[in-house]
């Protein structure tokens, strides 16, 4: 239900910008997150956007580097990613929820999940 693209291998200090396609559903009755998981590490919660686009979450890791932004008409997503760490190597997930408070859950109730997509930042 959604394609993600836009991963790569980037350097240290590198931008990425990923995106994310739904079909299927419409995209407006959802809050759109994305997550990410490490090898050996749980699936976390990166960053969250309203139906409204009005309000944002961002895990304090990406905080002040990456922006999360939608077009609803497009019905598409997006994670801009700057100023990359080795640490943000991960595959990154798009998915729909209801409540961008539940990124947190374990295990997050979020209904519709992307593919995802490699992200890997050299140091």
């Known amino acids: 239900q959604f394609v993600e693209s836009g991963g790569g291998l980037v350097q240290a200090g590198g931008s990425l910008r990923l995106s994310c396609a739904a079909s299927?559903?419409?995209?407006?009755?959802?809050?759109i997150a994305w997550f990410r998981q490490a090898p050996g590490k749980e699936r976390e919660g990166v960053s969250c956007i309203s139906h409204d686009t009005s309000s944002t979450y961002y895990a304090d890791s990406v905080k002040g580097r990456f922006t999360i932004s939608s077009d609803y008409a497009k019905n598409t997503a997006y994670l801009q990613m700057d100023s990359l760490k080795p640490e943000d190597t991960a595959v990154y997930y798009c998915?729909?929820?209801?409540?961008?408070?539940?990124?947190?859950?374990?295990?997050?109730?979020?209904?519709?999940w992307g593919q995802g997509t490699q992200v890997t930042v050299s140091s």
């Open positions: 299927s559903f419409t995209f407006g009755n959802y809050v």
């Open positions: 998915t729909a929820g209801f409540l961008c408070s539940e990124v947190s859950y374990r295990p997050p109730p979020f209904v519709f």
